[in-house]
């Protein structure tokens, strides 16, 4: 096995046990045992645990937002209609047994007291590239003088969905936030005097 299928081996071993156990729950000996190689060859790979951490969420980064890109594309409708079935892909998500939230927060409120924690960056970085891309699919739909506080609106309603979602084990929450999104995006269209019906570009600019 090469060095780099040997550490995407353990990587992927981390990430499953990180989202299902949380990241204080699971050592360095847990991630080792999982992925079949041993505690010296993990930390030949990543120096640390917070490094391994670090790598678990940045790993999840551009999957995570080429999954929203995706479910905005194959949708139909108009950008309100669009962004409202990203929340309800979502809500589908949230009804599966083995759904523990979102990756990002669950492991930020863990390190909340390590500001300069690598996976607390890394987690900024993920939320902040979602809210860019939000905000330029709403530019780009004729609502450029608000895309961003819109954009800023939706992440805060996605994020809320996800807390409440878990806290609660209710999908419903997803569904109603989405409702949300979608009558923010709609008045604001309104207000705009953006011409009723006009639909969304079939996939926005990707964010690298």
Not at 164 to 193: F, K
């Amino acid at each position: 096995m090469t060095q780099s299928a040997t550490r995407e081996r353990i990587l992927s071993a981390a990430a499953k046990l990180f989202y299902s156990e949380g990241i204080r729950a699971v050592s360095v000996d847990a991630v080792a045992r999982k992925a079949g190689v041993t505690k010296r060859t993990l930390y030949y790979h990543f120096r640390s645990k917070d490094d391994l951490i670090a790598a678990y969420l940045e790993a999840r980064d551009q999957p995570n937002l080429t999954l929203f890109q995706d479910w905005f594309a194959q949708a139909d409708g108009d950008t309100a209609d669009k962004i409202r079935a990203i929340f309800s892909r979502l809500t589908e998500s949230l009804r599966h047994p083995k759904w523990r939230g979102c990756g990002f927060l669950r492991t930020s409120a863990e390190l909340i007291n390590m500001p300069g924690h690598p996976a607390l960056l890394a987690s900024r970085v993920h939320k902040k590239r979602v809210e860019t891309w939000l905000a330029d699919v709403l530019a780009q739909d004729g609502l450029a003088r608000r895309s961003a506080e819109l954009a800023r609106q939706i992440v805060l309603l996605l994020d809320g969905a996800f807390a409440d979602g878990l806290l609660h084990r209710d999908a419903s929450y997803m569904e109603a936030a989405g409702n949300a999104a979608h009558t923010l995006i709609r008045q604001a269209a309104v207000i705009s005097g953006k011409p009723k019906g006009r639909q969304a570009l079939a996939r926005p600019r990707a964010i690298r």
